[in-house]
Every structure is written in structure tokens, then in C-alpha cells.
């Protein structure tokens, strides 16, 4: 390899480094960025529905103090916005997240859907796969 | 019970699966009269929605006989006639309440998956992968129907089975399209797809008062019978060059509302044809949106573009800039049924609505893997095959 090629090919491989290193470290900031977010909900349901009774009912009343919990009209007669964050290290956002959907659920219909099982009787190696995948999709996304 | 279930890319066979049972209060438990096939099936037998299980029961447009009610349930009863809407809505959400029951907040089970690939989760669906919910299917003897207030619906006495099969999906996605389209009275409306659904979309633009309704498919055997049974007028893509065709029959405006009932498998010919294959086969792209693409190339300025046909992902060279410079409103969505299925029973009852003649081919359950062989393969002039459990 001559001289040039070598030069070209240390400036190609630094570049690539730094944009790899940059990426990281944008991803990064929007992870920490995203955790410092409220996680929201809207309800379908008036002010006076919603924070009329002592507590929200089911898994949202079970984390009592264990969660911050902010309300605010929505606007367009929409419902109630609900805000929750953690302020207890045991209580992971993912979990306060199906909190807020089933307390959502449980305030609009009286119920939380349960899904058909079992899901399937042999489900197979993607099946497994995509069992997996399911799993914490219940838990992680946008609300 | 015995069920037809997804086994793989392109396997489905009957099997025994476990009876489905209530699992909350307001569950019914309908035993299945007949469950169709439907075009949105294919994307899940070739693989194109990849979130399916061996084992899986497919199926999700249906009616039968309620056998068991949960106690919340006040609509129905045991031995009561139903036909159930596909995506299944809680009734009490912003979205149901507001008539786009398919965007239900309460329903979908498995809510990250769709909002990873959607930003938001739309509401479950049977039959219909485990990212709309993973809800059991209708191919079936039995299926649970959540909220079975709000999502079945009674048959009125005249109207037979084999009519009201159609309701449940075909029917009000057809007229979903023309509806929320804003088809009006004197208007041009182009449909692409003569299969159920696009045979649905046009009836449903005539009674809206559409003065031309034109759709557009290549198996001349279903364009036939659109012809036949509605009177609409005809196009095959693979004769005639469609977009001449529609500018000389519209005085060179071009149709003021074009409905798509295609999906995201939709076949062309030529170089566009080949490119979407290879991008597809590539993963480069998910869907492949040529009927999208023609219903916006064609459709008259100012006017309104409806994607009824199924899409899961992104898509390539999208005419985003006939959409702006051409003032288009583009419109989409899965079907809200509970806003519809009533009227157009009402309808079916009449007489203004027919849709038995798409049942073209109704099976036993047992034939479950030869009826999808013989719709999608468009053998012996199929349209749809039609399952008795």
C-alpha cells in the first residue's frame, strides 16, 4: 500500500469513528433527554371523573406515592390529561407506562382487554422469537 | 375446536386449538356461521406482516350465533344472529366515541409494536397478527368477541347469512372509502381493486349519487361481474392505458374522488412492476404502492385520493409532489364498521346493497387451505371463498 492509499484510508477509518462516536453520544443524549420527560396519558373523561375520587383506581392507586402525578384539562373538551413520573428507583418507566395505559383503560370502559390465550399452541423458533419481541412491546412505545 | 391456522409462509391448515372462553365481563362467545377470506389475509400469508405464530387462527370477517354472553354484555343473548365487525372497538374511548372505532385506544394488546413502526397504536383486530393484538381469528368453530356491546351487531330477518357475512368488513371498508372520500352527488369516482372490497367502494359511490363510477382491475372475470351486478363501467390495465382512459371519459379533469382497494401487494407491469419487486425483495421497501401512485397521477386537481388497501410500512417513490402541487386531499384509513354495519343492513335488506354473488366459492371449513389457494391464485374465477365451520 503506498503512502496515499494509507493516508486515505486512516482519514476514512478516523471519519468513521468520529461520526460512530458522535451518533453515540446523540443517542445518549436523547435517551437522557427522554427519561426526563413526563410520560402522558389522555383520558376521555372529565376533571371531576377523573381526580373526583381519593386515588386513580388500579395499577396507578397501587403506586400511590411511589409516582408523581399531574393532571390538566385537555384542550378541546378532550378529556383529562393525566402526567406521571417515577420518584422511586423500583418503579421503571416502562412499568408506569402500562400503569397509565390500564389506568386509562380502567376509568373509560370499567375493564383492561385481556388478550386471547394461549396465544398459540406451538408457536415455533420465530414464534419464540416474536414472543419475545411481544413481550416488551406491552411494556415499551409511546403512549 | 377445529381452526384454520397460520403455519407459515403460504401454509395454513386446520387443526384443533383450544375453545375460546370469556375472559372479561363484557365478552360473548359466538359459535361461526361462515368467515371469509379477505384480501388483507394474503399480506399475512406471504409474509409481508411478519408478526404471526404457528398456530395463529386467521380470519376476521364474520357472523354466526351467540352461544355464550359475559355478564356486563346487555345487547345480546344466546341464539341471537350477529355479524361481528373486524376491528374490534371498547365503545368508550375519544375515538370510538367519535366514529373511527379502527383507532380504538383500549383494544390493541400488544401496543409497542405499532407504535415503534406507526408512532401510535391502532385498536385490535381478529385474527390479524400479534401486532393488532394477537386476538384468536374466525376461521373457526368458535371466537370470543370483546365488548360484544359494541361489536356485534343483530341481523335484521331478511337478511341471509351469506349476505351479512359481508358486513362485517367488505361492505362498510367499500363504504368507508366513498363516505369519507366525500363522494357527492354528479361525481366521477375511480376505484382501483374489483375484488369485494373495491366492488363495495363502488356500489357505495353510486348510492352516494356518483354520476360515473369506473373501476379499474386486470382479471376480467371480476370486472365482469362488477359490471353485471352494478352496471359500473370497466377498465383493464393491461389493455387500455388508464390514464387516457380516464381523461377522456372525465373531459380531461380527471375523477374527482379515486379510491385504492389494492394493498400493499398490488401487481403492475413493466418497469415500475420490476422495481418495486427487486426494492421489495430487498427489503428496501415493504409495500409496494403502484395502485396509490396511479389513483394520485389520475385524480382531478383539488380532489380526494382514499387508500382503503392495506399497508404495513414505508414505500418508495411516493408522488408526494402531485399530492401539493395539485391540491389533493389524501385520506386513508382501516375500517370504522360499528359506524356502518347497521345502515348497510338496513340496505342488504332493501335490496340496494347485494353481496352474496362475491361469495363465489363457500367451503367447509375442512377445504380452509384450498379455499386460500384458490383466492390467491384467482382460480376457477374466485372472488372470495367463503368458510362453513
Not at chain 1, 386509562?104 to 385481556?114: A, D, N, Q, W, Y
Not at chain 2, 386467521?58 to 345487547?75: A, K, L, N, S, Y
Not at chain 2, 381478529?126 to 356485534?152: C, I, L, Q, T
Request: proline share 6%; aromatic share 6%; hydrophobic share 40%.
Amino acid at each position: 500500500m503506498n503512502t496515499t492509499m494509507r493516508a486515505i484510508a486512516v482519514t476514512g477509518v478516523g471519519a468513521a469513528v468520529a461520526v460512530g462516536r458522535r451518533m453515540t453520544a446523540r443517542r445518549r443524549e436523547l435517551h437522557r433527554d427522554r427519561s426526563d420527560h413526563w410520560l402522558a396519558v389522555t383520558i376521555d373523561r372529565s376533571m371531576d371523573a377523573v381526580t373526583g375520587p381519593a386515588r386513580l383506581p388500579g395499577p396507578m392507586g397501587e403506586l400511590g406515592g411511589r409516582v408523581e402525578v399531574r393532571f390538566r384539562p385537555a384542550p378541546g373538551g378532550r378529556g383529562t390529561e393525566v402526567l406521571a413520573a417515577p420518584q422511586d428507583d423500583d418503579v421503571s418507566r416502562e412499568d408506569l407506562r402500562v400503569a397509565l395505559r390500564k389506568t386509562k383503560s380502567l376509568l373509560e370502559t370499567g375493564t383492561v382487554i385481556r388478550p386471547d390465550t394461549p396465544p398459540t399452541t406451538h408457536p415455533g423458533p420465530a414464534g419464540k422469537v416474536l414472543r419475545l419481541v411481544v413481550g416488551k412491546s406491552a411494556r415499551e412505545g409511546r403512549l | 375446536m377445529r381452526a384454520l391456522c397460520w403455519e407459515g409462509v403460504n401454509d395454513v391448515r386446520v387443526q384443533d386449538v383450544p375453545d375460546p372462553r370469556i375472559l372479561n365481563d363484557g365478552d360473548l362467545i359466538l359459535k361461526v356461521r361462515l368467515s371469509t377470506a379477505c384480501g388483507s389475509d394474503l399480506h399475512l400469508l406471504t409474509g409481508h406482516i411478519p408478526f404471526m405464530q404457528a398456530g395463529d387462527v386467521i380470519g376476521h370477517e364474520f357472523m354466526g350465533e351467540v352461544v355464550e354472553v359475559g355478564p356486563d354484555v346487555t345487547r345480546h343473548k344466546p341464539g341471537d344472529r350477529v355479524v361481528v365487525a373486524s376491528f374490534i372497538g371498547c365503545g368508550q374511548c375519544y375515538y370510538c366515541r367519535n366514529d373511527l372505532w379502527s383507532l380504538c385506544d383500549n383494544t390493541n394488546t400488544n401496543p409497542g409494536i405499532t407504535q415503534a413502526l406507526w408512532g401510535a397504536d391502532p385498536g385490535g383486530i381478529f385474527g390479524y397478527s400479534h401486532a393488532m393484538g394477537g386476538f384468536k381469528g374466525s376461521h373457526a368453530e368458535y371466537v370470543r368477541v370483546p365488548f360484544a356491546d359494541h361489536n356485534a351487531i343483530p341481523i335484521p330477518d331478511a337478511v341471509d347469512d351469506l349476505s351479512a357475512v359481508f358486513a362485517s368488513d367488505s361492505a362498510p371498508t367499500g363504504w368507508m372509502g366513498a363516505d369519507l372520500g366525500g363522494v357527492r352527488p354528479g361525481d366521477v369516482v375511480a376505484v382501483w381493486g374489483s375484488g369485494a372490497v373495491g366492488q363495495m367502494a363502488a356500489r357505495s359511490a353510486q348510492l352516494l349519487g356518483a354520476e360515473r363510477v369506473v373501476v379499474v382491475d386486470r382479471f376480467d372475470y371480476r370486472l365482469r361481474q362488477a359490471e353485471n351486478v352494478f352496471g359500473v363501467e370497466t377498465l383493464n390495465y393491461e389493455h387500455v392505458d388508464i390514464g387516457a382512459a380516464l381523461r377522456e371519459m372525465t373531459g380531461g379533469r380527471g375523477p374527482d374522488v379515486c379510491i385504492e382497494a389494492v394493498g400493499c401487494e398490488a401487481h403492475s407491469y413493466g418497469p415500475q412492476h420490476a422495481y418495486d419487486q427487486v426494492k421489495s425483495k430487498l427489503k428496501l421497501e415493504t409495500d409496494r404502492p403502484i395502485a396509490v401512485r396511479e389513483a394520485i397521477h389520475n385524480c382531478r386537481k383539488g380532489g380526494t385520493v382514499f387508500v382503503l388497501g392495506v399497508f404495513s410500512g414505508v414505500v418508495d417513490k411516493f408522488p408526494l409532489g402531485a399530492v401539493m402541487n395539485k391540491g389533493l386531499t389524501l385520506r386513508a384509513a382501516q375500517q370504522h364498521g360499528q359506524r356502518y354495519i347497521p345502515m348497510l343492513l338496513d340496505r342488504m335488506a332493501s335490496g340496494e346493497l347485494t353481496t352474496t354473488h362475491l361469495a363465489t366459492h363457500v367451503l367447509p371449513l375442512e377445504e380452509g387451505a384450498r379455499g386460500y389457494q384458490l383466492f390467491k391464485d384467482k382460480q376457477d374465477d374466485c372472488v372470495r371463498a367463503v368458510f362453513r365451520p
